[in-house]
């Protein structure tokens, strides 16, 4: 099989690391895998491949009019590689991407379109990295009811705020580790403002419900404004602060949100540093727990790389997504939430259970009550930091 790559940094090294060092395995099995081109931006560029024969090229014409059968895209660009992977998938190739934003923002464009093409758009590797999670659900959804879906899936965030409450070390210097690490986006933004959990929970949810969820009906509320003062504050009640996406489907209605999460559960609340961990709660098996790295040059290339496997063997499913349902987001289920704020709003004062004062900051613990109402109350009130609490105090 030939094939493209669109794009040639942390990720796109990594498949070609795998593809050059496994080569005899994969020939042993026939999976012939020919790499026929590889889409860059700067040619002037020096890189170092393990293959020296490979072709480089600025010219996205030179893939789209070529022969190849799949191109991988590991580009991290949103417009620009949407509509290039349009016109792929018009020319009949399939697609294997790891760029979570394009998948999350046109997932229905792109999944309708690869059924009329008859090619396979995959991209496990969009989701948790190495951890395989989006087609084991693919299958799932087949037999199963899944109702629930619950996550640390960025892991930025995940390495700030462990080191945080571990260590105690600051926000920003934290978050330059993460960055020298290789695990932030190129603007972080994404990874702290939880939108990056959120296009993953976007996906996940649209993939199990078989429903649209659009970006902005999730509720996103990020890490970049927490501090120490929130982790002695959950210390003290016992809990563990981390990033969640998460949303389930119940009485026809989708709660689903983004946002930190004070728990005791030992699966999230032992997570650490980059790692990724995913809770799936079902019907047949009521609930599975997976973890691992979550980004990372091999790790992300390894759910590339089982994409192809899958295309080649022609195990794939084709998309059988066709956002069928229709569920209305509403983010009615009742919880407990804990706020740091300045000042407390006079609707606020109605929905405190408990409260401290502590470096002038109200740290409250709420009544039970929806998100909706919650937010409604704090519209207002400027520098909050948020977090759903798990379970009951
Ligand atoms: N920036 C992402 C993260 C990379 O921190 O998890 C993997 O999607």
């Given at each position: ?31 012939d895998i020919e790499i026929e081109r ?125 080191k945080m409450e571990r260590e105690g ?225």
């Amino acid at each position: 099989m030939k094939i493209a790559i669109m794009g040639f940094g942390t990720v796109g090294t990594g498949v070609e690391e795998i593809l050059y060092k496994k080569r005899k395995d994969l020939l042993k099995n026939n999976f012939d895998i020919e790499i026929e081109r590889i889409l860059i931006k700067n040619k002037n560029k020096d890189r170092n491949p393990h293959d020296k024969t490979l072709i480089f090229t600025d010219n996205f014409d030179e893939i789209l009019n070529s022969s190849v059968d799949t191109v991988i895209d590991v580009t991290s660009n949103l417009e620009e590689t949407y509509e290039r992977i349009v016109k792929l998938i018009k020319a009949k190739k399939n697609i294997v991407t790891a760029n979570k934003a394009v998948v999350s923002k046109y997932f229905e464009v792109l999944n309708e379109l690869a059924r009329e093409n008859e090619v396979y758009f995959s991209y496990e590797a969009s989701v948790a990295g190495a951890i395989p999670i989006i087609h084991p659900l693919m299958e799932e959804v087949f037999f199963n009811d899944i109702s629930e879906i619950s996550g640390i899936l960025n892991g930025t965030s995940n390495y700030i705020l462990s080191k945080m409450e571990r260590e105690g070390s600051s926000y920003k210097d934290v978050l330059k580790e993460a960055q020298d690490l290789g695990y932030a986006e190129a603007d972080p933004t994404a990874d702290v403002g939880g939108f990056d959990a959120m296009r993953k929970i976007r996906i996940l949810s649209s993939l199990i419900y078989n429903a649209k969820i659009k970006e902005d009906e999730i509720f996103t509320f990020g890490i970049n404004n927490v501090k120490k003062s929130d982790f002695d504050f959950a210390k003290d009640l016992g809990y563990s602060i981390r990033l969640l996406g998460k949303s389930s489907l119940c009485d026809g209605k989708i709660n689903i949100s983004v946002m930190p999460t004070f728990l005791k559960d030992d699966f999230f609340a032992k997570t650490f540093e980059g790692t990724n961990a995913i809770k799936v709660l079902g019907e047949n098996f009521k609930k599975y727990e997976l973890k691992g790295p979550g980004a990372g040059k091999l790790e992300t290339a390894d759910a590339i790389m089982r994409d192809l496997l899958r295309i080649l063997a022609k195990r794939e499913i084709k998309t059988f997504y066709n956002a069928e349902n229709s569920y209305p987001v509403e983010n009615n289920l009742e919880k407990k939430y804990y706020l740091r704020c300045e000042k407390v709003s006079d609707e606020l004062k109605n929905l405190i259970s408990s409260e401290k004062i502590l470096d002038e900051n109200h740290h409250i613990i709420t009544k039970k009550l929806s998100l909706k109402k919650l937010l409604h109350a704090i519209e207002n009130l400027d520098d909050v930091f948020l977090a759903e609490i798990e379970e009951e105090i």
